[in-house]
């Protein structure tokens, strides 16, 4: 591939981020100088953090456990835009206390603000963690041109944060275990994103990794309950099995749920087989993610496949999700990089790049092409890692295979 080269791979993103602007800007002009927050399509500004942020309004005025009442949370986010909503079962919040406490600083600003503030902040730790997997001065034009960058903007969501958790925690798993652990264990607050990764430190058999997820997964819990009361955590288990049926309800776009799952419903599939199937990609990802992380291969492959079997393992990932993406991608074209393309990878990382827009695209047609995508870049990231000849056998007291980490400029 060519065509594919330093300069093209410089000048493409740097067009592709300003027609992103360009949406960006039309999409919220309307939203942030009209009477309400609602953009050009009758969507709130920031969309989906505009739930967050009424969460935190919501906290104060009524309450921690009222977060977990569909009717206050409508009734909530209904003040927060200034208009009415029909869709209550959008405004499920089926996220732990441990997210409400992160949340609730945000509600003492102006929506616009606590918004911006919001984006900036997690963009910046998502930036900088790509940044450190592949240091070249092409990766910041790819990433802040990455669709699910855009998206993540968009939606007003928390790819950035998951990204930055899981990204960091991955980088410095290594090198300073229970740093790398601690990050990782702040994952806890999107808790289906965060299934595999103790799958993946106890097959690697990073003991200290262990101990920082479970000391940074507790000082949440433990923070949330010092914060907010031991009652919340009661509401949120009850709401769980409510957010359950609105998913299977049909209420949610499944159009754009990346998931094989979904996959099997948007092809007119019944739950059962849905639900059959996912439970197979499950197991098989979690197998695989067990053996890549037993055998101790580099780094870059490791941390690949636990992003990419975590997407897979999920039932339910939507485009913003898949921001997440960003992190094998970097890992893995920065392998391909500084050591050499193998046949196949570049197309297929450059399908990889675009996936956030393909699955709504694709899925109003009901092909989900999110799930076939995902287990390619598996199988090219294990031939890399067989390729390469990384498997260097059970790691070592002290950081073991620190040589994976490359060059010292990461």
């Keep these: 591939m060519a065509w594919l080269n330093q300069e093209r791979l410089t000048v493409y993103p740097r067009l592709l981020l300003g027609l992103f602007i360009a949406i960006y800007i039309y999409l919220v002009l309307p939203g942030i100088l009209g009477p309400n927050l609602l953009d050009r399509y009758g969507t709130p500004v920031g969309a989906d953090f505009s739930g967050f942020y009424s969460v935190g309004v919501l906290v104060r005025s009524q309450g921690p456990s009222a977060v977990y009442n569909l009717s206050k949370m409508q009734a909530a986010h209904e003040k927060t835009i200034g208009t009415k909503t029909e869709?209550?079962?959008?405004?499920?919040?089926?996220?732990?206390?441990?997210?409400?406490?992160?949340?609730?600083?945000?509600?003492?600003l102006p929506y616009l603000a606590s918004l911006t503030v919001w984006l900036m902040a997690t963009f910046s730790g998502y930036l900088w963690t790509i940044r450190?997997?592949?240091?070249?001065?092409?990766?910041?034009?790819?990433?802040?041109?990455?669709?699910?960058?855009?998206?993540?903007?968009?939606?007003?969501?928390?790819?950035?944060?998951?990204?930055?958790?899981?990204?960091?925690?991955?980088?410095?798993?290594?090198?300073?275990?229970?740093?790398?652990?601690?990050?990782?264990?702040?994952?806890?607050?999107?808790?289906?994103?965060?299934?595999?990764?103790?799958?993946?430190?106890?097959?690697?058999?990073r003991w200290k990794a262990p101990a920082g997820a479970f000391f940074s997964a507790s000082c949440l819990i433990l923070g949330s309950i010092l914060i907010l009361g031991k009652e919340v955590w009661t509401a949120y288990w009850h709401i769980i099995p409510v957010a359950r049926?609105?998913?299977?309800?049909?209420?949610?776009?499944?159009?754009?749920?990346?998931?094989?799952?979904?996959?099997?419903?948007?092809?007119?599939?019944?739950y059962e087989v849905a639900r059959f199937l996912q439970a197979i990609v499950m197991v098989a990802a979690a197998a695989v993610v067990f053996g890549v992380w037993w055998r101790a291969w580099s780094l870059p492959i490791r941390a690949s496949i636990l992003v990419l079997g975590t997407l897979l393992f999920t039932p339910h990932a939507f485009p913003y999700d898949f921001v997440l993406l960003a992190l094998p991608l970097a890992w893995l074209g920065w392998e391909g990089y500084t050591k050499g393309w193998l046949p196949g990878e570049q197309p297929l990382l450059l399908l990889g790049w675009l996936i956030p827009l393909l699955i709504p695209a694709l899925g109003k047609t009901h092909l989900q092409l999110a799930p076939s995508v995902l287990m390619a870049l598996i199988v090219i990231a294990l031939r890399r890692g067989k390729h390469d000849n990384h498997s260097i056998g059970p790691p070592l007291p002290g950081g073991a295979g620190l040589g994976s980490l490359g060059s010292p400029a990461r």
């Excluded at 990204?163 to 990050?183: E, N, T």
């Excluded at 749920?257 to 599939?269: E, R, S």
């Design 132 to 205: 450190r997997i592949a240091p070249s001065p092409q990766t910041v034009w790819l990433t802040v041109a990455f669709p699910g960058t855009l998206l993540n903007f968009i939606y007003g969501q928390n790819g950035f944060l998951t990204a930055f958790f899981l990204g960091g925690g991955l980088f410095w798993v290594d090198r300073f275990p229970f740093l790398g652990g601690s990050l990782l264990g702040l994952l806890s607050y999107k808790p289906q994103l965060a299934a595999l990764v103790p799958v993946a430190l106890i097959a690697g058999r």
């Design 245 to 270: 049926k609105i998913f299977e309800s049909g209420a949610m776009p499944i159009f754009k749920i990346g998931t094989v799952y979904n996959a099997v419903l948007l092809a007119g599939g019944n």
């Design 87 to 108: 869709n209550i079962a959008g405004w499920c919040f089926a996220y732990p206390p441990t997210f409400l406490a992160l949340l609730l600083p945000l509600s003492f």
